[in-house]
Every structure is written in structure tokens, then in C-alpha cells.
């Protein structure tokens, strides 16, 4: 692709770091961009590289770097024509992004805004009437709001003003880096384990012990399958803050599984990047995610697993309904049934079908991919949003 903004830009959003998020590789993906094309631009890395127990609550160390952010931004800001931000939907993310989108406005800068996730509507509905002014007054002063599915446009319904809100699907590069066409996978052969994953930051709204759980009731057939996590732990209070979640709930899991038969098959790997994650992506058969996270958007981790042509088992929640086509690329759980008996009834399906059923779900999950979340689609989506405002 050779698209390019019109504008010297700043770019505000955090990198991965630490913590590895769909709205970190995200970021990442803009950023990297940007400098690969040498496109003139700013960037202010939100990043918080500290640690503590709970991500989103008024540390003192997070407010004096979100300040600092902030100040960084205030600088930068002289010295472009457009921001693009990303914003978040929590207490300490709203003082950020007010600082950032009314100094902005002052100065007369092209807005444009960008809801990585689902959750926002919550956020504002559980306001003051005072508050609720305040954020409607700050978000109106934007020229555009970008959020990642049709299915999340209802997040910004309070501003009652449609026009500004626009779709960016996510998007990501193959994780083998191949632009060729990727083949079909197939099923394992008799005799062979199954592999499942579960590829997303460990928090108990993601449904990873629901995975445990209807491991557990699948251990006792007579399919071989291997059950891979991978994922930091995180106790999540708000989208767009990421800090560690501390060692607790990773001995919690941890002795979980040392306790159960589930010990011999199941494996945590911790954070994976890189060729480590591309291989464990590769052999996948299947990616669980049965997430009832309240900030979730359009996962990332679902895009990569379509990339390789691995079938998804996830809930009809958020953007998720966007990802996946029931009974063609995966499964959906409706969100009033998530519980280990339906997931394990799901993993039993898949573990049923035919050598050629389990193709065809396969080559149609990387259909899906190719037609509508690559990274070049993406890419040209989000330039072409961001440059509609300059």
C-alpha cells in the first residue's frame, strides 16, 4: 500500500511494552507504519512501564507519568496540524485525553479519536450528570471518532451526532510474515492431540478457568488434545491502561492445574511474541477465547488465528460477532450460556468433524481474513479516516 497522510501528524497511544494488548500491537502497527513509509509525524508513547496490582485505579506514579504524557503532547502539538489519539473509557483515561483533545481544540488541530474496544457507553452511564457533560463537550470537539466494528457505532449514541463516527475494522500482517496465500490446516491424525490455545492476557473476564473447566470435562474421553495459554495475567478495572496483575493469579493458576489431572497436557508459556508465538499460532487447531471482558472490542488475537486458517471458539459479544461466521470459521457461545459444559460441547464438535469439514472451516477462516483484516486493509482504512480531517 502507498497511502499517506496529508498532514504532519502526533500520534498518542501506547506501545507494546510490558504488557502486550490488541491496542498495543495496534498502535504498534500505525506507528511502524509510519515510519516505514517516512511519513512526517510525532509520537507519544502512553505506555506506563511501572508495576502494580490492578490496571485503571489513581497510583501516583501512573498520574505523574499520564502528566507527563500529557505535557510531552502539549509540546508536540505545536509542531503539527492533526492528532490522532487514542482514548480510553476509565476515570484516569478521561483526565488524559480532556488535557489532550481541549488544548488541541484550542489550538485548532484536526481531531480524530480512536475507541480500541467496546466498553465506553458503560463508562459515560455510569457518570455524574455534571461528568457526562464534560466528556459529550470534549468528544464533540473531534472531527472524527474512529471505533472498530459497525457493531460498536452504539458506544458513541449520547453524542447524537452520527457523522463523526467512523469504522475501522482491525487488521494485523500474517504472523509468518508470508504474503502468500496461507494453506488450509488440517485435522490431526488418528493418534494426535488436538492443540487448543488460548492466546489473550490472562483476566478472569477473558474466561480462561471457563477453558480450564471444560478441559477438565474433556480429559476424561478418549481424544488426546494439548491445551497452551499464553497471555500475561492482568486484573483488569479499565481498557487502555495496561499493568502487570502481579505473581497471585498466576500461582492461583498455576496450582490449579498442578492439582488436577490437567498437568500433563496443559502448558503456560507467559507472554509469547515473536517467532515463538507464530509457531505456536501455526499449530494450533483451534483459539479459545470464551470472553465476557466488558472493553472488549474486535480481539486481535481471533484476527491472528483466521491469518493461519486455526477455527475459533469465542462468545457474541462486542465486535466478536464480526470475526467469526458460526459453524464456518468457528462457534459463537451466546453470553447468557457461558459455562465449561457448552465450551466443552463446542471443542467435542470440533473434535468430531471430518478430515475434509475441518479443511473447509479452515480455508474459510482465512477467506475471511484475506478479504477483510489484513493489515494493509486496516492501514488504508485508518489513513484514509484520519486524513478525511485534515
Known amino acids: ?51 502494580s496490582k490492578k490496571r485503571g485505579g489513581f497510583k501516583i506514579k501512573r498520574m505523574v507519568h499520564m502528566l507527563y504524557s500529557v ?3 502539549w509540546v508536540k502539538l505545536l509542531f503539527v496540524k492533526q492528532v490522532y489519539l487514542i482514548i480510553s473509557s ?55 471518532i474512529i471505533v472498530i466494528g459497525e457493531l460498536l457505532k452504539n458506544q458513541f449514541d449520547f453524542l447524537n451526532k452520527p457523522e463523526i463516527i467512523h469504522v475501522v475494522m482491525n487488521g494485523i500482517a500474517q504472523p509468518t510474515g508470508n504474503v502468500s496465500v496461507p494453506s488450509p490446516k488440517k485435522a490431526p491424525k488418528e493418534k494426535q492431540p488436538w492443540k487448543i490455545l488460548y492466546l489473550s492476557n490472562l483476566m478472569e473476564t477473558k474466561g480462561y478457568f471457563v477453558l480450564l473447566e471444560a478441559a477438565q470435562k474433556l480429559s476424561g474421553s478418549d481424544t488426546e488434545f494439548n491445551l497452551d495459554f499464553c497471555g500475561g495475567f492482568i486484573e483488569s478495572v479499565a481498557e487502555s491502561d495496561p499493568i502487570n496483575g502481579g505473581a497471585n493469579l498466576e500461582e492461583k493458576f498455576k496450582s490449579i492445574i498442578n492439582t488436577s489431572p490437567m498437568d500433563s497436557v496443559v502448558t503456560y508459556h507467559g507472554v509469547v511474541s515473536g517467532d515463538q508465538k507464530n509457531k505456536i499460532l501455526q499449530e494450533a487447531h483451534v483459539l479459545v477465547l470464551p470472553t465476557w471482558y466488558p472493553w ?35 462457534w459463537m457461545i451466546e453470553m447468557d450460556n457461558i459455562n465449561a459444559k457448552e465450551l466443552s460441547s463446542y471443542l467435542n464438535k470440533m473434535m468430531n468433524l471430518s478430515v475434509n469439514e475441518y479443511e473447509i472451516m479452515s480455508k474459510n477462516s482465512i477467506d475471511k481474513y484475506l478479504n477483510s483484516f489484513t493489515r494493509e486493509q486496516h492501514l488504508t482504512s485508518l489513513i484514509n479516516t484520519i486524513n478525511l480531517t485534515g
Open 71 to 73: 505535557f510531552q503532547a
Open 296 to 330: 472488549e472490542g474486535q480481539p486481535i488475537s481471533i484476527i491472528e488465528a483466521m491469518s493461519c486458517g486455526t477455527l475459533v471458539i469465542s462468545t457474541r459479544h462486542a465486535g466478536i460477532s464480526e470475526l467469526i461466521d458460526h459453524n464456518k470459521t468457528g
Open 90 to 144: 476509565s476515570s484516569l483515561g478521561f483526565i488524559k485525553d480532556f488535557l489532550v483533545i481541549n488544548v488541541a481544540w484550542i489550538l485548532r488541530k484536526k481531531i480524530t479519536l480512536h475507541l480500541h474496544g467496546g466498553g465506553y457507553r458503560n463508562f459515560y452511564s455510569n457518570q455524574s450528570s455534571f461528568r457526562q457533560t464534560i466528556i459529550r463537550s470534549t468528544l464533540l470537539k473531534s472531527d472524527a
Open 1 to 51: 500500500m502507498d497511502q499517506k497522510l496529508k498532514n504532519k501528524i502526533l500520534i498518542i497511544g501506547p506501545r507494546s511494552g510490558q504488557t502486550i494488548t490488541g491496542v498495543t500491537i495496534a498502535f504498534d502497527s500505525l506507528s511502524d507504519y509510519l515510519r516505514e513509509t517516512k511519513s512526517d509525524h510525532k509520537e507519544v508513547n502512553l505506555n506506563y512501564k511501572g508495576k
